[in-house]
């Protein structure tokens, strides 16, 4: 079944007011990290030595990358170097997929030892918003949850305009729009992914006592959103380009406004009373309005200098 420990303010009480986020291009939720576990005492003896001391260090590198990036992920950046030289957004996503087959040889084929672990996760914006649950099948909704908003801060980076070299005004290269499409797209994977194939594996008590970023509708609403996005980008590429059909130009707007009503259906429904929650079904209900005005224009022909995604 698996074990559920939450704070009393999981479902109310007063939260920490949201920072201010500055320029942003994608709505990107806080994030939710996770904190220390022990994995020595509970699969100790049901384990080789060397495989409950690979778990244990991949998920100690992320508590600690994640810790450190997670307050930086809302500020746009252009890039943060780290020891290794790399990004540090780059070098968390790598430690996630390091850590993920590892973790999914504790849910596979109902394995034993799916319940003996107690998973601590909290959430960036509410230290005393922390959730236990002894179910490996949490721990990888919490995983993929995080791969999928780490994908959305990453699209946020690429599309904040850039100064250009001849030194008009800054503007997002096509090159930029193409990879964050393509980073939409990984996102809403992992988001379907969670839906469709995790939330079913934890049983109707544990899922009732989810935090409400693992809720059914915020994953789907999160997994719209990106694809939303995605299309929003493709649309900004063929109004550009002079090559795409207006039958083009209208199949895209006409995605747009679905995937931005059935993001809207699904965020609307849930009691989303929180600082992060209320601007998220904001930003939704904004994004839907505006694909509904791009629809008008689009098959009217009429694109406005504003008219640029």
């Known amino acids: 079944m698996g074990c559920l420990v939450s704070t009393a303010k999981d479902t109310g009480g007063i939260r920490r007011r949201p920072r201010s986020v500055g320029?942003?291009?994608v709505f990107v939720p806080g994030l939710r990290i996770p904190k220390h576990v022990d994995f020595f005492e509970p699969l100790g003896d049901k384990l080789f030595k060397n495989i409950v001391e690979r778990l244990s260090a991949l998920r100690t590198r992320i508590v600690v990358m994640?810790?450190?990036?997670?307050?930086?992920?809302?500020k746009p950046r252009r890039k943060t170097a780290t020891q290794h030289g790399g990004s540090s957004l780059a070098d968390l996503q790598q430690a996630i997929e390091d850590y993920l087959p590892v973790l999914l040889g504790l849910v596979k084929d109902g394995s034993l030892l799916e319940h003996r672990v107690q998973f601590v996760w909290i959430n960036q914006e509410d230290d005393?918003?922390?959730?236990?649950?002894?179910?490996?099948?949490?721990?990888?909704?919490?995983?993929?949850?995080?791969?999928?908003?780490?994908?959305?801060?990453?699209?946020?980076?690429?599309?904040?305009?850039?100064?250009?070299?001849?030194?008009?005004?800054?503007?997002?290269?096509?090159?930029?729009?193409?990879?964050?499409?393509?980073?939409?797209?990984?996102?809403?994977?992992?988001?379907?992914?969670?839906?469709?194939?995790?939330?079913?594996?934890?049983?109707?008590?544990?899922?009732e006592n989810l935090p409400v970023d693992l809720s059914e509708g915020v994953l789907r609403a999160l997994c719209l959103q990106a694809l939303g996005q995605g299309v929003d980008i493709q649309?900004?590429?063929?109004?550009d380009s002079t090559k795409a059909t207006l039958a083009v130009k209208r199949r895209l707007a006409c995605e747009m406004v679905k995937y931005w009503h059935q993001a809207e259906e699904n965020i609307m429904k849930l009691p989303l009373t929180n600082g992060w929650g209320e601007k998220h079904q904001h930003f939704v209900k904004w994004k839907y309005t505006e694909a509904k005005i791009s629809n008008y224009l689009t098959g009217r022909s009429i694109l406005l200098p504003w008219f640029n995604p």
């Open 23 to 25: 320029e942003i291009a």
């Open 235 to 239: 649309l900004g590429m063929a109004i």
């Open 128 to 207: 005393a918003e922390e959730t236990t649950i002894s179910n490996a099948w949490y721990e990888v909704l919490s995983v993929l949850h995080l791969m999928a908003m780490l994908s959305f801060s990453q699209a946020n980076l690429l599309l904040l305009p850039k100064t250009s070299a001849d030194g008009y005004q800054p503007k997002v290269s096509e090159e930029s729009r193409r990879a964050a499409v393509d980073v939409f797209l990984k996102g809403a994977g992992y988001l379907d992914c969670a839906v469709r194939h995790v939330l079913p594996q934890l049983p109707i008590d544990v899922r």
């Open 66 to 74: 994640a810790g450190q990036e997670a307050p930086t992920t809302t």
